[in-house]
């Protein structure tokens, strides 16, 4: 190997691996939380049911509990359906399919709930007559979950898989999730090939463990052991291992 691929590939290794460090730096995860104390309150960015008549369809993410925010988020999907006085929240929590049973969990919620502390984003928000449409689509597409017994916190299937299905079995869906949202590319069944996860191109993926997605959402995304890197052209920005989406738009 030439001096000059051997520097590249320290870049790469250097990006991959210290990449997620920084966000320990940055304080945005919290290492000695206690998870029977921390904020599980309203993070105040949904809509209030009670005076939004209009339904909203909404995907949001937050840093994983403890040490597993360094390197990824968890995600999960609310919907209110026109008129609805509530919110559904749909999600996988692995710790409910230890025994036997399924770990999706889907009913009546918080939509913006603080994940144990960490406070979500918004990845999509849909309102009105698209948001309507897509809920029916989308509670089929939490029953055809097939991974609702299974749940392997890396490569996946995890809460992250979980979030990829919906959003591959709903192309209106149209979601960009981050590169944090690790499982995200495991497809599972043996599959090889499939749509990106925003429906918007295709992915190559073996195991959730390496792959590539070539997607006009995503832009173009490395995955090498579940940490993904890549560029996104139509919104200028980069996709890092632990930092998450970078843009300028």
């Not at 870049?11 to 210290?18: G, P, Q, S, Y």
């Not at 937050?62 to 999907?77: C, D, E, P, S």
């Not at 849909?126 to 890396?154: F, Q, T």
Request: charge should be positive; glycine fraction near 12%; hydrophobic fraction near 45%.
């Amino acid at each position: 190997m030439s001096a000059k691929w051997l520097k590249r590939l320290c870049v790469v290794l250097l990006t991959l691996f210290v990449a997620p460090l920084l966000i320990t730096a940055c304080s945005k995860v919290s290492l000695g939380a206690d998870w029977r104390t921390a904020n599980r309150d309203s993070a105040g960015l949904a809509p209030n049911p009670a005076t939004t008549q209009e339904a909203v369809v909404q995907v949001y993410g937050a840093r994983a509990f403890n040490w597993r925010g360094i390197f990824a988020v968890h995600t999960w999907i609310a919907v209110k359906a026109d008129g609805a006085d509530q919110y559904t929240v749909h999600q996988v929590i692995g710790w409910r399919a230890r025994h036997g049973g399924s770990a999706v969990v889907s009913g009546p919620g918080v939509p913006d709930r603080n994940w144990y502390g960490a406070k979500p984003q918004i990845y999509k928000d849909i309102r009105g007559a698209d948001a309507e449409a897509l809920i029916p689509k989308i509670e089929a597409a939490v029953g055809s979950y097939p991974h609702a017994h299974r749940y392997v916190l890396w490569p996946g299937p995890n809460s992250n898989s979980f979030t990829a299905h919906i959003a591959r079995e709903v192309p209106g869906l149209a979601v960009d999730l981050p590169p944090t949202a690790i499982g995200k590319d495991y497809i599972g069944n043996g599959n090889l090939f499939g749509p990106a996860p925003s429906n918007t191109g295709i992915q190559i993926s073996l195991f959730g463990l390496l792959g590539l997605t070539l997607a006009i959402e995503e832009g173009i995304e490395l995955n090498v052991l579940t940490l993904g890197v890549g560029v996104d052209p139509l919104d200028l920005g980069i996709r890092l291992p632990g930092i998450g989406r970078l843009s300028l738009l």
